[in-house]
Nanobody, 127 residues
């Protein structure tokens, strides 16, 4: 079992940057593949980025590729999402998710593949 707590959301102007964090409880964080998803008002939750438990493999949605960077620090049980060149359409509640991964390079982009979710953190980008 792992508990996830997101932080770092806030209000930022278009073109600005923000980093959101997800702190995980539990001793086996390094065995979990992690992902970030987001949900804008009136829209379905969508995939943003994923990272393998080793940190060696990452994957991004086309909409954020080149602007967002996912990373993790297994010693701190934390995964990060660095968001640069933010756009108003990036406004959403951002959720982190976790699941056990049996291979160091595995990552997942489907909501259904994740077992644990945080409560979300609001990111608002003003134009």
């Amino acid at each position: 079992q792992v508990q996830l707590v997101e932080s770092g959301g806030g209000l930022v102007q278009a073109g600005g940057s923000l980093r959101v964090s997800c702190a995980a409880s539990g001793r086996t964080f390094s065995s979990y593949a992690m992902g970030w998803f987001r949900q804008a008002p009136g829209k379905e939750r969508e995939f943003v980025a994923a990272i393998s438990w080793s940190g060696g493999n990452t994957y991004y949605a086309d909409s954020v590729k080149g602007r967002f960077t996912i990373s993790r620090d297994n010693a701190k049980n934390t995964v990060y999402l660095q968001m640069n060149s933010l756009k108003p359409e990036d406004t959403a509640v951002y959720y982190c998710a976790a699941r056990i991964a049996y291979y160091s390079g595995s990552y997942y982009q489907s909501m259904e593949e994740y077992d644990y979710w945080g409560q979300g953190t609001q990111v608002t980008v003003s134009s």
